[in-house]
Structures are given as structure tokens and as C-alpha cells.
T-cell receptor
Framework: AQKVTQAQTEISVVEKEDVTLDCVYE???????LFWYKQPPSGELVFLIR??????QNEISGRYSWNFQKSTSSFNFTITASQVVDSAVYFC???????????????FGIGTKLQVIP | GAVVSQHPSWVICKSGTSVKIECRSL??????MFWYRQFPKQSLMLMAT?????????EQGVEKDKFLINHASLTLSTLTVTSAHPEDSSFYIC??????????????FGNGTRLTVT
């Protein structure tokens, strides 16, 4: 069974502060994929990043960075110098590796609502 | 590219009526589409996997007679909530990935449909 835990349900920060969103996952698979999605107030989910289980290299994209640590089964997301436009719900998600239909399902965490206060 | 359009964005209906929600992949073909339901302050729960040309695969606990799914073409899946009741009020989101991409490629989401049953 797969599980994604986002322990922080809501976070508030003041603009320009850095903030880290935690994600811990559980899976018995050796090959799997991790994702982060952003859901702004308008409702649509926006893909941010995908990471496969064999690539523990951290990634930085502008003000966004991700820290993947298999040893702790964590895939944390940091926003540097937060902005009001970053206010949204952020979902961490997990899917199995493999190439058959049964591996298409994506398991989402409960989401972390981030509010950036001007 | 990879745009998913969902219609309507919101709908209000009376108890006992049926509501149809459309999910279209605008610039790609999708053999499979996914329907999620999101309760307030909760995660996205996969309801069913919609398969083009065949029956949908429902998740445990989801009533197939209540939530009818039709995937008549490679670009259109519909979810019909039959005999809607207030407890069916929720945010429904569809997603898909191009048939030509790997199973672990990111999902593309529609904007969601807010259903309110009075």
C-alpha cells in the first residue's frame, strides 16, 4: 500500500520568508515516482516537479527547491523568498514504477495550505 | 500543450436530478482519464479510472451506478452523478496524460467542477 503524509495542514508566512513543506511517503516498491502539485484558489492542479526513486539529486528551479532523501522517505519542498502568489494548497503525490496499467494510479497527500501574508 | 478542459466549472442542482460533467483533452489523446473527488480540506480521492472503449475501473467504496463514467472517445470522458443528493456536493476533478507518454509522466488536470446539490 502506498501512503503520502503531509503533516502540515496549514502554514502562514510573511512575504519574503522561506518556507518548507514536508512530505513523507510509504511504499514497498523499489521504483516509484514522487510529484508536487500546486492548487491555487482557482482550483486547477498545476504540476511542479517529478522525481524518480533512483534520482536523489536535489533540484532547484528559481525560488523552488526540492530535497529528496530516500533514507527518511521524504521529499520536501522549499520556497525561498515567498510571494503572495505562492499562496495555494500544495500536494505531494506518489505513483508506482512500472509499465502496466496498474501502475497509473497516483496517491496524493492531504495537502498543505500555504498562506503568504503581504 | 497537454491541456485538459472540464465543464462545467460549477453547477447547482436539486436533489434527485442527474448531472453530467465533461472532461476533454484538448491537444492530446488520452486512452485513460482519471476522476478525482476532493472534499473541503481533504486530499484528492481517486474515484475511478476511465478507459476509452471499455468499462471504467472504480475504486473501492465508489458506487458505479451512482457515478456513471463514459469514455466514448480518446479525448472525452464524462462523469454523470445520478440521482444526486446533498452528500454528493463536492469538487470533482478529472485528469489525464497523453497516451504516448509513460505511465509515470505527470498528470494534467482539468479546472475542476464544483457541484452543489440542494
Amino acid at each position: 500500500a502506498q501512503k503520502v503524509t503531509q503533516a502540515q495542514t496549514e502554514i502562514s508566512v510573511v512575504e519574503k520568508e522561506d518556507v518548507t513543506l514536508d512530505c513523507v511517503y510509504e511504499t514497498r516498491d523499489t521504483t516509484y515516482y514522487l510529484f508536487w502539485y500546486k492548487q491555487p484558489p482557482s482550483g486547477e492542479l498545476v504540476f511542479l516537479i517529478r522525481r524518480n526513486s533512483f534520482d536523489e539529486q536535489n533540484e532547484i528551479s528559481g525560488r523552488y527547491s526540492w530535497n529528496f532523501q530516500k533514507s527518511t522517505s521524504s521529499f520536501n519542498f522549499t520556497i525561498t523568498a515567498s510571494q503572495v502568489v505562492d499562496s495555494a494548497v500544495y500536494f505531494c503525490a506518489l505513483s508506482r514504477g512500472g509499465n502496466s496499467g496498474g501502475y497509473q494510479k497516483v496517491t496524493f497527500g492531504i495537502g498543505t495550505k500555504l498562506q503568504v501574508i503581504p | 500543450g497537454a491541456v485538459v478542459s472540464q465543464h462545467p466549472s460549477w453547477v447547482i442542482c436539486k436533489s434527485g436530478t442527474s448531472v453530467k460533467i465533461e472532461c476533454r483533452s484538448l491537444d492530446f489523446q488520452a486512452t485513460t482519464m482519471f476522476w478525482y473527488r476532493q472534499f473541503p480540506k481533504q486530499s484528492l480521492m481517486l474515484m475511478a479510472t476511465s478507459n476509452e472503449g471499455s468499462k471504467a475501473t472504480y475504486e473501492q467504496g465508489v458506487e458505479k451506478d451512482k457515478f456513471l463514467i463514459n469514455h466514448a472517445s480518446l479525448t472525452l470522458s464524462t462523469l454523470t452523478v445520478t440521482s444526486a443528493h446533498p452528500e454528493d456536493s463536492s469538487f470533482y476533478i478529472c485528469s489525464a496524460r497523453p497516451s504516448t507518454t509513460a505511465f509515470n509522466s505527470p498528470l494534467h488536470f482539468g479546472n475542476g467542477t464544483r457541484l452543489t446539490v440542494t
